[in-house]
């Protein structure tokens, strides 16, 4: 397994521990949906610059620019209140959503042009993700334990979309 795929299959795993973590967290009656929304985007930021100073060599920016991208989104949720009003949670989320989406959308891009069949996979992620983004941005509308729960479960399953990747690549790989 090559150096790249691997980070990518760590980082995948990582963001899926993550999401079954805020998924229990409602259980043990934490529900500071400001604190545990930074902390998320924190990690998933830090996470994609781990991957991509690991991985300098294989040329692949989409890690450098979700990090950023989660920079910017802690820039925003630090601004603005996200607590009082589930309207401002759900602006912030989908800004980030439309961020990450435009990521994506490069990344597919960029293995189309080397002709790597990943792309497909790549843009059926996306559109999943998208769309997944879209509902849980719809659903942030209740008291905080649920919101803590649409971001866990919307978190969960970005992990499993990005997992997706990595093991196809290595299936491919292997073959």
Same mark, same amino acid.
């Given at each position: &397994?090559?150096?790249?795929?691997? &980070?990518?299959?760590?980082?995948? +795993?990582?963001?899926?521990?993550?999401?079954?973590?805020?998924?229990?967290?409602? +259980?043990? %009656?934490? @529900?500071?949906?400001?604190?545990?929304?930074?902390? +998320?985007?924190?990690?998933?930021?830090?996470?994609?610059?781990i991957?991509?100073? &690991?991985?300098?060599?294989?040329? %692949?920016?989409?890690?450098?620019?979700?990090?950023?991208?989660?920079?910017?989104? #802690?820039?925003?949720?630090?601004?603005?209140?996200?607590?009082?009003?589930?309207w401002? #949670?759900?602006?912030?989320?989908?800004?980030?959503?439309?961020?990450?989406?435009?990521?994506? *959308?490069?990344? @597919?891009?960029?293995?189309?042009?080397?002709?790597?069949?990943?792309?497909?996979?790549?843009?059926?992620?996306?559109?999943?993700?998208?769309?997944?983004?879209?509902?849980?941005?719809?659903?942030?509308?209740?008291?905080? %334990?649920?919101?803590? *729960?649409?971001l866990?479960?919307?978190?969960?399953?970005?992990?499993?979309?990005?997992? &997706?990747?990595?093991?196809?690549?290595?299936?491919?790989?292997?073959?």
């Amino acid at each position: &397994m090559e150096r790249r795929t691997l &980070m990518e299959l760590i980082v995948s +795993i990582c963001l899926v521990i993550i999401g079954i973590i805020t998924v229990i967290l409602p +259980i043990f %009656d934490f @529900s500071n949906v400001k604190l545990i929304f930074i902390v +998320i985007i924190a990690l998933y930021g830090l996470l994609h610059f781990i991957k991509y100073f &690991m991985t300098l060599k294989s040329k %692949d920016y989409s890690s450098l620019y979700t990090g950023i991208a989660s920079i910017f989104e #802690l820039a925003l949720v630090c601004f603005i209140d996200i607590s009082d009003s589930p309207w401002n #949670l759900a602006v912030s989320l989908f800004i980030w959503i439309i961020l990450i989406s435009l990521i994506k *959308l490069k990344e @597919s891009d960029y293995y189309n042009d080397r002709k790597n069949k990943l792309w497909k996979l790549n843009i059926i992620n996306l559109i999943l993700f998208i769309i997944v983004g879209i509902l849980a941005t719809i659903n942030l509308y209740c008291t905080n %334990d649920v919101q803590i *729960l649409v971001l866990g479960f919307f978190f969960l399953i970005n992990g499993i979309l990005e997992l &997706m990747d990595p093991l196809v690549a290595y299936l491919i790989e292997k073959k």
